[in-house]
């Protein structure tokens, strides 16, 4: 039974940061690329960033480059979010996911490449 749960989540104002954290169970962690995703009210679930297995290949969605880093420790199965510079637009609920083949990030970007999903936690930035 795989098990991803995140933290971390919570309200920061304009500017400020925030460290999501996943931690994950279940399966071999080292082996399978891992994805945060969010949510925002009305709108479609969006891609973040993903990391692969090894952590040597990173990707990022243009609208948080530059702010946001992705990292693993996969001695802990964990992965992480640090959120930096946060906006009002960054206000989502965010999900952490692992992806449905190992040793593959083709298409990281795609929600539908992740098998397993986090039951998600809310971050808000106030203006």
């Known amino acids: 039974q795989v098990q991803l749960v995140e933290s971390g989540g919570g309200t920061v104002q304009t500017g400020g940061s925030l460290r999501l954290s996943c931690a994950a169970s279940g399966r071999t962690f080292s082996t399978y690329t891992m994805g945060w995703f969010r949510q925002a009210p009305g709108k479609e679930r969006e891609f973040v960033a993903a990391?692969?297995?090894?952590?040597?290949?990173?990707y990022y969605a243009n609208s948080v480059k530059g702010r946001f880093t992705i990292s693993r420790d996969n001695a802990k199965n964990t992965v992480y979010l640090q959120m930096n510079n946060l906006k009002p637009e960054d206000t989502a609920v965010y999900y952490c996911?692992?992806?449905?083949?190992?040793?593959?990030?083709?298409?990281?970007?795609?929600?539908?490449?992740?098998?397993?999903w986090g039951q998600g936690t809310q971050v808000t930035v106030s203006s």
């Open positions: 996911a692992q992806a449905r083949r190992i040793y593959s990030s083709v298409s990281y970007y795609d929600p539908n490449e992740y098998e397993y």
């Open positions: 990391i692969s297995w090894s952590g040597g290949r990173t």
